[in-house]
């Protein structure tokens, strides 16, 4: 059997993989050698693909166990196939689709959950003539540069990740923005998190996070800004301009991405995802963790003067 054609499309992430069709049933050695290919290469597309659903689901299943959406509205998801998530900008029944303006922020997908995503596979169906691209960043690069004095802060920092950080989320149906936020109550994960196969350190942070614990709002958001700064840098950015049947993988364990809205909202852009489950519960539910309140800091401040 002939090995398939991984060629590099970027410093930091990304590889095209050719020599594949993923309508056919992957064999052991054609599965390894994309597994290996996505840790090396943290973001893989495989251009010209036309799948079905059913297709897709059992390309998605050999990677890992399928996410089964219970964090998303009902209605965002193919009918019949619950296992896929439908990112569409269509009106469904004369409303906007509930994922209509989805990822429009720098996120972890499913960060706002116990159980971040371990990975996704996403099919483009229909896209805008021009633009609509996205965009997927190094967090073990981002991790890996910075200071000493940073990277020593951050070890056991954790931070409050928030579904209603979510970019436009107020702009959505207002059933299904209610629904999430019932699905999803502000969850706490640690900053740094290990990849459980390649064993390297990475940041978990991106637009999603409302605050880190023991920090006030403003030390807290001045940090964000940094290292989310820090994070989408350039030089750790892959940029994907997408072609109608690409299928795209990438692994949510170590990085973070955007989906831009560079393109006309009238024009059609509909992508079927598969999420893969992480493999273990890194969160817990956010209770009780208020940040350091600025006045009362002062006043005990004050108080031993």
Known sequence: MNSLEITPLGFAAGA???????????????????NKAWLEHIVLVF???????????????????????ESQAPSTLHP?????????????????????????????????????????????KEKPPVGGDTMWANLYLALETLTPP????????????????VRGIEQRDPTVVAEMKRRNPPIIHPVVRTHPETGRKSLLVNQR?????????????????????HATSPEFVYRHRWSLGDVVMW??????????????????????????????????IAENVAGADRESMLQAVAAVS
């Open 16 to 34: 095209e993989i050719r020599g594949i069709d993923l309508r056919k049933p992957l064999t052991n050695a054609q599965h390894e050698e994309i």
């Open 47 to 69: 251009p010209e693909q036309d799948l079905t659903p059913e297709e897709q689901i059992a390309f998605s299943r050999r990677f890992g166990v399928l996410d089964n959406h």
């Open 80 to 124: 019949d196939h619950r296992e896929i998530l439908v990112l569409s900008n269509k009106t469904v029944g004369g409303k906007k689709s509930g994922t209509y303006n989805s990822g429009r922020n720098w996120h972890t997908d499913l960060s706002y959950t116990s159980r971040p995503a371990k990975g996704a596979i996403l099919h483009c």
């Open 150 to 165: 940073i990277r020593a802060l951050l070890e056991n920092l954790e931070a409050v990740h928030d579904v209603s950080m």
């Open 209 to 229: 996070i409302r605050r880190f614990l023991g920090m006030s709002d403003d030390e807290s958001q001045s940090l964000l800004a940094m290292l989310n700064a």
């Open 251 to 284: 692994d949510n364990r170590c990085s973070c991405h955007v989906a831009l809205g560079d393109f006309d909202q009238t024009k059609p852009r509909v992508m079927y995802r598969c999420s893969l489950e992480g493999e273990v519960e890194s969160g817990r």
